[in-house]
């Protein structure tokens, strides 16, 4: 008897060994919602399952090839012809729709392969949606093969990426779109930035990423242009192990022997500094010129202590360059449990960059009213390199009960980048600066850092659904021993070089920065919603609160080196030779700052306490209605002080209360075609390092970024020009669009919009103060314009082209904001002859037009997607000009051509060969000043030249 046991256990073990898997999710058509408690088996057998919450079900079954059957009560049953099973293998089935059976037709039968390339669920969410959206699936990350989210989002309609990590919607600027992560605020990288790095998410443990460009109630207050919400995977439908490399190769920059560097750490390949560039002399050890001067021995080597112990170069070295590369892994898979099942995802990535400019120009002119032409004050020319090194990695665990499931996400980047700068600088006599003639080196590194836990759950209790969500993020910025060195160049009476001299007022003195930011960010939220009838029709309750509060320590230690040597060979390392350091004799020596108070010295806070309602309904047949109310409360906190000694103790610097009402309509034209309109109340605040009395200085550029809490003041009139009082920016938002759908993801439509900006916030440029920019209040601001996206096959002219698409999208926008009175009297007064002054002007950051276009090639049994895509973006205002004749910046139209091609090839296609070419024309980036009647002048230019990419995957 215990033999017959053992051969049965054997045997029944090796059957189920033996057996492959199908799994799946079930979807209602008429919204793209999951359906719970389908029945769903193999045909002419008993084996099957029951969908859960989410209309996922699984199924085992011995090898071989089936037919599988959905049926649900008052739904037409459908049946998947042609389902191959392997051994211990997942077969997946992305979703199956299934239709109210209202007129008790016949099942309907599709075969596997359609099903499993098909993307219906998302578009169905998006044509059934009451409010706007746009996005991509993991479906089509399978297909068309894109590696990381920034690459996946450029492929939604209305979605641009700026350097390859930030995204833009409606060309709107960083200020007025958003990026979340599991529909939580993270702060990315740069905690300054309302958007997160997207390039650090790999694609395989992604489930979509959607675009939200209206507003609802639900949603964070905080964007104008759109939402972008990035959602990881909590249990992956299949096992999933993927390896890549990838290198790229641009020729203006890679394998250069002129590449500009400096001797670094050890560890800087890895993000982080190695210790070598920490500051030595603690806060409480600092000497001032009159400690020094009053020193005693004891005193005096300390301080040589001190001054031996900084970083003896200074100056710019050069060496072979090497390309870009980058490296991925990532995992995932789902498993039975006692208690329920439970997946994980594990992604690493790791980056390598590397950029070379050998003509950065910047520059600044200014207005006189006696001259036609603008007036120039300084010319900075020369050469830069950088190396960005990105350590990413991704950790994931879910488990789904029967009625609940959880979720928990680890994520932590580590971001490094050098940045070395050699320029010839010049200032020219006029009436605001003498002249000079110099040389200047840059050494900066600066290290970026970001963790970040989410953590959520949610039950399904018959009509209700419940959720909460918590995610703790710590971010933080050290930029270690940044030097910046300018030596005077001495000209004779026939201009040519006779010696150098440095520490006079236009070179200054050496400088040595550490800048030190910290921020934690605590996001948590609660929500309800409800399923119910009205008069029949199928309606959503929507309720929840939320809580946001963030904390910043911020502060620069600067050290001037106090130049006591009277003769130079114009070697940037001779200032800091043993000989011509403290204490030898006419010895230089550094200074710290910051004794006595620090500027460049805060603490700040923000609190903001949201409450909201929805309801989704149908009042009328064919008509789709989400009206919502949500309300903030927001409160921003500084502790600081000015140049002028006035101190901010925890003070108050924003304290607000609003509503912001949302009311989305939809009227279904028919199966395929809606029409909308919307009506929301959005915001925009200052960031944390606006909302202080900062002064930013950056090295590369030369410019100072001076926080909005400072007063300015018209050195000559002694009129405020900026009074230092900051306000949000209240957006109304009005948008119609028609649209219609087709099949693999076709569509066509025409946008409306109409935005109204109280109080908009811009970047201004100071005059009073050279090379300044501040934020500031504006003034009111009006944008409407019109937008077409369109991605068509080309089979309407043949079938056999039906692989082929064109698509695109076009915004033309008007904006328009009335000045201020003293913006306006200040440009009357700069005005030339002839010149009318008018009191509106464009917005600050708004593209009067966009346009991305693009010709691709999809072969569905090929493996194979190429495409040609291009983009431009219009004249923008960048930075808006200021009183006493600073001229506005705009950006000019940089006109992006990029070729991609994706080959997926092997048994099962498990490996992936990707090759592009960016920036195919060789355009410049550039800014320009403009001013009536003259020549524009350049503000700023690079040339980021051409780049050829070439990566490979393999999926195991």
């Known amino acids: 008897m215990r033999h017959v046991l053992f051969i049965f256990l054997i045997v029944t073990f090796k059957a189920f060994a033996q057996q492959g898997t199908i799994r799946g999710t079930v979807i209602e058509d008429a919204n793209g919602e999951p359906l719970f408690g389908v029945t769903v088996q193999i045909k002419g057998t008993t084996n099957g399952a029951i969908t859960d919450f989410d209309g996922k079900f699984e199924i085992k079954a011995a090898p071989g090839t089936y037919d599988l059957q959905a049926s649900f009560v008052s739904f037409q049953t459908v049946t998947i012809s042609g389902l191959a099973v392997e051994q211990e293998e997942v077969t997946l089935i992305d979703q199956i729709r299934l239709k109210e059976d209202v007129e008790l037709l016949e099942e309907v039968v599709v075969t596997a392969e359609v099903i499993k390339t098909t993307e219906a669920a998302l578009m169905t969410v998006k044509r059934k949606s009451a409010s706007l959206v746009d996005g991509i699936s993991a479906a089509s990350f399978r297909k068309i093969g894109d590696s990381d989210a920034a690459s996946a989002a450029k492929r939604i309609t209305g979605v641009s990426v700026e350097g390859g990590k930030y995204v833009y919607v409606r060309g709107l600027g960083d200020r007025y779109t958003k990026t979340q992560l599991n529909g939580m605020d993270v702060p990315g990288l740069d905690p300054d930035r309302n958007s997160i790095q997207m390039d650090i998410f790999p694609t395989n443990v992604l489930n979509n990423i959607i675009v939200s460009k209206t507003f609802t109630a639900d949603l964070p207050a905080d964007f104008t242009g759109g939402l972008v919400n990035i959602e990881t995977k909590d249990i992956p439908d299949i096992k999933t192990t993927t390896a890549q490399i990838g290198f790229g190769y641009n020729p203006s920059m890679h394998f250069n022997a002129d590449y500009l560097t400096y001797e670094g750490g050890k560890t800087d390949w890895l993000g982080f500094d190695d210790g070598s560039r920490e500051l030595h002399i603690g806060d409480n050890e600092l000497f001032s010129a009159v400690d020094v001067a009053t020193a005693g021995q004891t005193e005096q080597s300390q301080i040589a202590a001190q001054q031996a112990g900084f970083n003896k170069q200074l100056g710019a070295m050069r060496e072979r360059s090497f390309m870009d590369f980058n490296l991925g892994f990532s995992t995932g898979n789902q498993k039975e449990i006692g208690i329920g099942t439970l997946g994980y995802n594990f992604a690493l990535t790791y980056r390598n960059s590397t950029e070379y400019y050998d003509d950065a120009l910047f520059t600044q002119y200014f207005i006189r009213t006696d001259q036609q032409e603008l007036v120039q004050i300084s010319n900075q020319e020369g050469e830069y390199g950088v190396n960005n090194t990105l350590l990413g990695g991704l950790v994931g665990l879910g488990l789904k009960r029967n009625n609940s499931k959880y979720r928990i996400n680890f994520l932590k980047i580590q971001n490094g980048e050098s940045k070395t700068g050699s320029f010839d600088f010049e200032i020219f006599p006029n009436t605001i600066a003498s002249d000079f003639v110099g040389v200047q080196n840059n050494l900066e590194f600066s290290q970026k850092s970001l963790t970040n836990l989410f953590v959520s759950g949610e039950y399904f209790l018959n009509s209700w659904t419940l959720g909460w969500r918590i995610s703790p993020t710590k971010s933080s910025i050290y930029d270690p021993d940044i030097r910046f060195t300018k ?186 075609q809606n029409l909308r309109f919307a009506y929301n109340r959005t915001i925009a605040r200052y960031s944390f390092k606006e909302a202080s009395f900062i002064e930013y200085f950056d090295p590369l550029t030369g410019r100072t970024f001076l926080g909005a809490l400072s007063p300015i003041e018209d050195p000559e009139t002694r009129e405020i020009i900026w009074d230092g009082n900051i306000k949000s920016t209240l957006i109304d938002n009005f948008d119609v669009r028609w649209e219609r759908f087709g099949d693999r993801a076709q569509i066509l439509s025409i946008s409306g919009f109409y935005k109204k900006f109280s109080d908009p916030i811009e970047i201004v440029q100071i005059a009073s103060a050279n090379n300044n920019f501040q934020p500031q209040n504006v003034g009111d601001a009006t944008v409407y314009g019109a937008e077409l996206e369109f991605r068509q096959s080309l089979g309407l002219i043949n079938p056999s082209f039906s692989d082929f698409f064109i698509n695109g999208n076009g915004t033309w926008t008007v904006s328009q904001i009335t000045m201020t009175d003293i913006e306006f009297e200040a440009r009357q007064r700069n005005a030339k002859t002839n010149e009318n002054v008018d009191r509106e002007r464009e917005l600050q950051g708004q593209a009067p037009y966009i346009i991305n276009t693009g010709l691709s090639y999809a072969g569905q049994q090929n493996g194979l997607e190429i495409g040609l895509y291009y983009n431009v973006q219009g004249p923008t205002l960048t930075y808006t000009g200021g009183p006493r004749g600073a001229p506005d910046v705009y950006s000019i139209p940089f006109s992006s051509v990029n070729f991609s091609a994706i080959k997926n090839f092997g048994e099962n296609d498990k490996m992936r060969l990707t090759f592009r070419v960016n920036n195919i024309l060789n355009d410049k980036r550039e800014w320009e000043y403009q001013a009536f009647d003259s020549k524009d002048q350049i503000f700023e230019a690079r040339s980021p030249g051409t780049r050829v990419s070439l990566g490979f995957r393999y999926s195991f």
Do not use: C, H, M
């Not at 309904?617 to 500084?638: H, M, N, S």
């Open 487 to 672: 030596y005077e160049i001495l000209l004779d009476a026939d201009d040519n070089p006779r010696g150098f001299d440095i520490g006079t007022g236009n070179s200054g003195v050496p400088v040595r920065i550490w800048r030190d930011l910290n921020e934690t960010n605590l996001s948590s939220r609660v929500d309800a919603s409800k399923e119910y009838d009205i008069n029949g029709r199928d309606a959503k309750l929507k309720l929840g609160a939320g809580v946001a509060l963030k904390n910043r320590d911020f502060i620069i230690r600067e050290f001037n080196l106090n130049v006591e040597q009277d003769e130079f060979i114009g070697n940037y390392d001779e200032l800091l030779y043993d000989e011509n350091l403290y204490p030898s004799e006419n010895g230089n020596i550094y200074y710290p700052q910051y004794l006595g108070g620090n500027v460049n010295q805060f603490d700040a806070s923000v609190s903001n306490y949201s409450f909201y309602a929805s309801n989704e309904f149908f009042p009328f047949d064919r008509f789709k209605a989400i009206v919502g109310l949500r309300a903030e409360a927001y409160q921003q906190k500084y502790t600081g002080e000015n140049q002028q000694n006035i101190v901010l103790d925890n003070e108050t610097v924003i304290d607000e209360f609003n509503l912001f009402p949302s009311t989305n309509f939809t009227y279904q034209i028919s199966e395929k």
